[in-house]
């Protein structure tokens, strides 16, 4: 992350006084937004690498906030959230914020979701494969090979890896997992969810009972590691 421009939305002055060193230690330059409305000026003036956004502001909700920036640009947007605000997390996740980091957070935890965030970026857009330690899914020719012999997966199986796969190291929640597998809008279950999981599980996981590469993230949805 040497070099990257970050831009902090946060109106707390306690969170952004670990914030800084923290971020400056990882070799990043830092913008500091006290409201939405400064956010919005700085992102019409400058661009960033990166966003990290608390979501309780004091001039705008933290859910709209995020689907304006979405609307504008689509650089990673890394929500910062406390402990147990899981319904929070997801209402910030959906509309497009790739992560979240717990407050209080952990500096080393910080900086590893920001250099994730950072590296997949270039690889969402145009990429015509993904590799992820020992898989590799081939986006054009639709195959998932595993050090180098080809899985089959069903249709649904390969829609839930390619999106997770583009997204590696963030999280996705149940429910873009929902519209992007079974069709916007659709009544699929957070249960067909798990089940499809399972069996995705089956076939990419060493041990699927102990999963290493497709994570739960407890009552939010999944994360495929970043390896
Ligand atoms: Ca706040």
Known sequence: ?????????????????????????????????????????????????????????????????????????????????????????????????????PKPFAAGELLARIRAALRRRPAAHGAASIRLGEIEVDLERRRVLIQGEEIRLSGREHALLTLLAQRRGGVVTHREIIDHVWGSGAKAETQSVRVLVAQLRQKLEEEPANPRILQTEPGIGYRLADV
Do not use: H
Not at 38 to 59: F, K, R, V
């Open 1 to 101: 992350m040497d070099q990257a421009k970050i831009l902090v939305i946060e109106d707390a002055p306690a969170i952004v006084r670990m914030l800084e060193p923290t971020l400056a230690a990882g070799g990043a330059t830092t913008a500091i937004a006290w409201s939405g409305s400064q956010a919005s000026e700085y992102l019409d003036n400058d661009d960033y690498d990166l966003i990290l956004c608390d979501l309780g502001l004091p001039d705008v909700d933290g859910q709209d906030l995020i689907k304006q920036i979405r609307a504008r640009t689509d650089i990673p947007i890394i929500v910062l959230s406390a402990r147990g605000m899981e319904q929070e997390r997801i209402r910030a996740l959906d509309p497009g914020a790739d992560d979240f980091v």
